[in-house]
């Protein structure tokens, strides 16, 4: 592995690349399409795999060190109580609980901080508390759960037990409207960040869903997004975007403006070298199969980005099956 001093950096060089968890693996140590990361109370990483509907058995939560050492996973394929299917985001209550977005069952699943299966709340539908196709997933300094009502196009406000707090948004492309919402992200102040998937585009409100301003346009050059999903934001204010369909994740200022690109610069990752070191025969055709490494190396439909308290950004590269690692310098 190259040292962190000749690790490459960012398209503006405002982050380094530091390292790779993954490898397509069903269960235990690896992911199947992983859809959303963040850290843990217990300062693990969590990672939602949604696999695909021919391999059901890899749709869980894996949880691993931010070093990549496989811990365990928990939650597995189903509609019955503490099961999902579409998972699309999990986030943490400030009591430690683990929240979960199931797009098919248009639920919330809770667990416990021992990952046992406690609740679920939700149900189809477009009236208060009510759900269709729930995605991004942030529970803000008040306590509340702000849950992207997708199909609904609007967000909105719950206790943590699911009862309905507030709402905002309707279908369209005005201010404070959206088309097909996405990923959410809450600041230090409070302040909401919406990406609206169709209008590529994200928004900034308020705690009660005022509007504040929007930035991005439809399009690959700087600023401009083709079909954002995933959002963070970090202790400094700045934003980070999953450009899905450009296959990077933009970096913004608190005002919108353009600040960096990450492409992605993965190499092997730990669980990667393990297989091949009990697995010489892959290795040794591997080696002799001609192929250009280098667009492997870059993002393939990035979904979900979390940054933590020591400035590592998490990047889950979905069509990788990985989870790409930068440190902001």
Not at 12 to 34: E, K, M, T, W
Not at 273 to 288: F, M
Request: charged letters at 20%; hydrophobic letters at 35%.
């Amino acid at each position: 592995m190259t040292t962190e001093t000749e690790q490459p950096v960012s398209t503006q060089g405002f982050y380094r690349y530091h390292d790779v968890i993954g490898l397509l693996s069903p269960a235990g140590p690896g992911f199947s399409g992983p859809v959303a990361v963040t850290t843990g109370p217990d300062g693990m990483l969590y990672v939602a795999n949604r696999a695909n509907p021919k391999q059901p058995d890899g749709v869980r939560v894996s949880r691993c060190t931010t070093d990549g050492d496989y811990l365990d996973q928990f939650g597995v394929w189903g509609e019955g109580p503490g099961e999902f299917i579409w998972v699309t985001d999990i986030a943490f209550s400030p009591q430690g609980e683990v929240y979960l977005a199931d797009e098919h069952s248009h639920r919330i699943s809770v667990f416990g901080a021992d990952r046992q299966f406690i609740r679920t709340f939700g149900g189809h539908g477009s009236g208060p508390g009510e759900l269709d196709r729930p995605s991004g997933l942030e529970f803000g300094p008040g306590g509340n759960l702000y849950v992207v009502d997708t199909l609904n196009h609007r967000v909105q406000a719950l206790t943590a037990n699911g009862e309905f707090v507030s709402k905002w948004g309707a279908l369209g492309d005005a201010e404070g409207q959206f088309n097909m919402p996405w990923g959410i992200a809450i600041d230090i102040s409070g302040d909401v960040y919406v990406t609206d998937w169709r209008n590529d585009r994200v928004q900034k409100f308020d705690a009660e869903g005022n509007f504040l301003m929007a930035f991005g346009a439809s399009g690959g050059d700087e600023g401009q997004f083709n079909r954002p999903n995933g959002i963070a934001v970090d202790a400094d204010g700045d934003i980070y975007v999953c450009d899905w369909l450009n296959d990077r994740v933009q970096v913004f200022d608190r005002t919108g403006g353009f600040k960096d690109v990450l492409i992605g610069h993965s190499g092997m990752s730990k669980w990667g070298q393990a297989l091949l070191d009990a697995n010489p025969d892959i290795e040794r055709k591997l080696e002799l199969a001609v192929q250009n490494i280098e667009p492997k190396r870059r993002f393939y439909r990035p979904v979900s980005v979390h940054v933590d308290k020591n400035g590592k950004v998490y990047v889950a590269d979905c069509y990788r099956h990985r989870v790409q690692i930068y440190q902001k310098l």
